[in-house]
């Protein structure tokens, strides 16, 4: 089993909806938990960083973490056919703890 | 600020030959990853450096492949000899912490046929 778990997808939604994106994850030890987007021939770049749980919003974006389920989630509002990509979910320990990553979803947004 | 720089963006080898990754961390950055991407089994962390010390490569799928990190700048994945296997997409990331975010590089695409 994976340390972190997320449904590879693809996942195709019109223009304007909201999507949600989820992970679980196996240790508990994770305190940081990240969201990662990657543009199709590129590398991830970071998108959410968030401590522990409760949410976190920035613009269209909010990231939720529930330690008590091990759920990561983010949500997008308003989507745009440029958040077209493949979101990866990550966490990791407080210290000494390596970024671990999910499998990535790929999300298209059409127009 | 360049960015993580990798080289080159693709490369194109023959089965038994030596491959040689390139990569340039942001400066200041004391943690370097290798990653390695593939459709199957996503974002695997291969080895990572602090300080330019190796601290844990128990992500190297075997001896052929190695890392090594002769200074703050500069860092190379060899995998001697190549197999069809490894073709994928390998990536340098660099941390000012273990545990905030990387940034990562555009990868270099490894196809060996």
């Known amino acids: 089993q994976k340390e972190v778990e997320q449904d590879p997808g693809p996942l195709s939604v019109p223009e304007g909806a909201i999507v949600s994106l989820n992970c679980t994850y196996s240790?508990?030890?994770?305190?940081?938990f990240m969201w990662y987007r990657q543009y199709s021939r590129k590398g991830p770049e970071l998108l959410m960083y968030?401590?522990?749980?409760g949410n976190k919003e920035d613009g269209r974006f909010t990231a939720q973490v529930d330690k008590s389920s091990k759920y990561i989630s983010l949500f997008i509002r308003d989507s745009q056919p440029s958040d077209s990509a493949t979101y990866l979910c990550?966490?990791?320990?407080?210290?000494?703890?390596?970024?671990?990553f999910g499998q990535g979803t790929e999300l298209s947004v059409k127009p | 600020d360049a960015g993580v720089i990798q080289s080159p963006r693709h490369e194109v080898t023959e089965m038994g030959q030596e491959v040689t990754l390139r990569c340039k961390p942001i400066s200041g950055h004391d943690y370097l990853f290798w990653y390695r991407q593939t459709m199957m089994r996503g974002l695997e962390l291969l080895i990572y450096?602090?300080?330019?010390?190796?601290?844990?490569d128990s992500g190297m799928p075997e001896d052929r492949f190695s890392a090594k990190m002769p200074n703050a700048s500069f860092s190379t994945l060899k995998i001697q000899p190549s197999e069809p296997r490894d073709s994928a997409v390998y990536f340098c990331?660099?941390?000012?912490?273990?545990?905030?975010?990387?940034?990562f590089g555009s990868g270099t695409r490894l196809t060996v046929v």
């Open positions: 450096f602090n300080n330019n010390v190796p601290i844990d």
């Open positions: 990550a966490a990791s320990r407080n210290q000494g703890g390596k970024l671990i």
């Open positions: 968030t401590y522990s749980s």
């Open positions: 990331a660099s941390s000012r912490s273990l545990s905030l975010g990387y940034t």
């Open positions: 240790n508990s030890a994770f305190q940081y």
